[in-house]
């Protein structure tokens, strides 16, 4: 399934609209909800109902976050630190199939693999438009906790500050 990520212009936070390949809003990650320590985006429907949410580790030598779907925690996104030669995320999942991502995250092109197999490309390629990138998910994966890692890793590599981290 394809789904373009595309970040709401004039909005107070970081707010993304997720669209479908036929252009229809299915979801909103809504930026507004700030705790007072550390960041979180809420996971909404298009008609606005909370899916979960995307929270920034309190205590953490790197940044993280932890994703929250149905009052569940599902995973937990981290840069690698340790890797020097390439930059790389581990969504690490209960249980052994954890996804990694590998390649440009600063340019919005990189894969999402499972052991030896590709499960999503995240590409700005497809779009000319500044902050709308595509999200390619191979079928039988669970698309929600794609997006929502590809939302977390833009949040990480392109801090809202000006900076990047």
């Known amino acids: 399934m394809r789904y373009q ?12 609209w997720i669209e479908d390949g ?3 809003r299915v979801f909103l990650v809504d930026g507004r909800a700030f705790t007072l320590l550390r960041e979180k985006l809420v996971l909404r429907d298009a008609a606005g109902n909370e899916l979960g949410f995307l929270r ?10 932890e994703i929250h779907c149905g009052g569940v925690h599902v995973a937990t996104v981290r840069k690698d630190l340790f890797n020097f030669l390439r930059c790389r995320f ?4 209960p249980g052994p199939d954890d996804y ?3 390649g ?7 894969t999402v693999t499972r052991g030896d197999r590709t499960v999503a490309t ?3 390629r497809w779009f000319t438009l500044r902050d709308t990138y595509g999200v390619e998910i191979e ?22 500050d000006g900076g990047q981290s």
């Open 22 to 24: 036929d252009g229809n």
């Open 90 to 93: 581990t969504v690490d999942v």
């Open 5 to 16: 990520i595309r970040e709401k212009l004039f909005s107070f936070g970081d707010d993304f």
């Open 139 to 160: 079928p039988g994966e669970n698309d929600l906790l794609i997006l929502a890692s590809a939302v977390v890793i833009d949040q990480i590599c392109h801090d809202r």
């Open 122 to 124: 995240v590409s700005k």
């Open 56 to 65: 920034e580790k309190l205590i953490s030598l790197r940044k993280a976050y």
């Open 100 to 102: 990694e991502a590998r």
């Open 104 to 110: 440009s995250f600063l340019d919005h092109e990189y």
